[in-house]
């Protein structure tokens, strides 16, 4: 579909981002996040998506915003590629995440961005480096990067790693001296309503009490069934009675209707939800989380949430052991080690280490890191020089 923005409206926002069974839901969840502060500014927002299993163009779409569908070709391309040595012909070592050869993703997408002519193109996804980003932006378009890794070269204008224990010398030598680089949870890209809620969920927290409410969130997909092993671990740990727990899911998530049917056999209350709207009420609500430690990390520092954490991905290890070693919440490690839960419950649930968790987690989050990126991004000059190396 060619599409050509009308000259009277605001800037044109390009994103490329993919969600799967593979890569989950996060990166398409924080650009969906921008996008609707970026539309709220007066931006028209177009994202480009490969159509993996458990894509998220439907609920993309169903936001307003218009879905450039990169179609799966059935082709091994990128699993045989993945096999040749790391940075060898612009490869990246998540490859294979893309579903393509990256030469043949950058075709198609320089194909679509010829007719949108951007003002900015996003790109958030770990298979994606400067080889194709020189391929495919168009001129006078500026880049903007959200990146975890810091482990790929860029040509970015600005870049953001929201990341606790990053700093800026990591990408020294990955993007160019004129990148504006956003380093820390300052820049979390959270929805509006996380700041909104900030200072009521603080509050509650204020004088200790034991857990009875607690969230379980382990991603949108969470396709090693996570959820319900800690549902089983749950059994051993001394909940009281009167508990309420609460778990929240994708609906692609693949193990859905195991963990609704584990929850109906717990001894306490159980409820298991799907896309909720509302998350920030649902952990300003909420005494104790167990989550992965991915992007939605930086949602419960800004809300204070004590939370014991789970590794489901090699990517969420340095988000997890930064925020246990800054005493914002407590790794439990990967879920092959949940059965772990009843001791720590044991040795570090109780009011006391909740607080001090709460305090220090909330110091690092304050929800305004969507308003000061979307404020750069709105007010850096047209006329600012694209890096080229």
Known sequence: MSYRPDASRGKVVAIRADASLEIGTGHVMRCLTLARALRGAGADCHFLCREHPGNLTDMIQSEGFVVHRLPLDGHDDAGQLSAQPYGSNGMTEHAHWLGAHWQADAEECRTILEDLTPDWLIVDHYALNASWERAVLPQGARLMVIDDLADRSHIANILLDQNLGRNEKDYRDLVPASCRCLIGPRYALLRPEFAELREASLDRRRETFDPKRLLI??????????????????????????????????ASAPWLDTVTAKAGELPWHCDVVVNVTDMAR????????????????????????????????????????????????????????????????????????????????????????????????????????VPNG
């Open 282 to 385: 649902r952990m300003t609500q909420a005494d104790l989380a167990i989550g992965a430690a991915g992007s939605t990390s930086w949602e419960r520092c800004c809300l204070g949430v004590p939370t014991l954490m789970l590794e489901l991905a090699d990517n969420q290890k340095g988000i997890a052991q930064a925020l246990h070693q800054a005493g914002a919440a407590y790794n439990v490690g990967k879920p092959d080690v949940v059965n772990r839960l009843p001791d720590i419950w044991e040795k570090h649930i109780h009011p006391k280490a909740l607080s001090q968790m709460s305090d220090i987690a909330s110091g690092l989050v304050d929800g305004n890191g969507l308003t000061r990126l979307v404020k750069l991004m709105t007010t850096t000059s047209h006329q600012e020089e």
């Open 217 to 250: 969130s382990l991603g949108g997909v969470d396709k090693d069934n996570a959820t319900r092993a800690v549902l089983d671990a749950l059994k051993y740990c001394g909940l009281p009675g009167d508990c309420h727990i609460t778990v929240i899911m994708g």
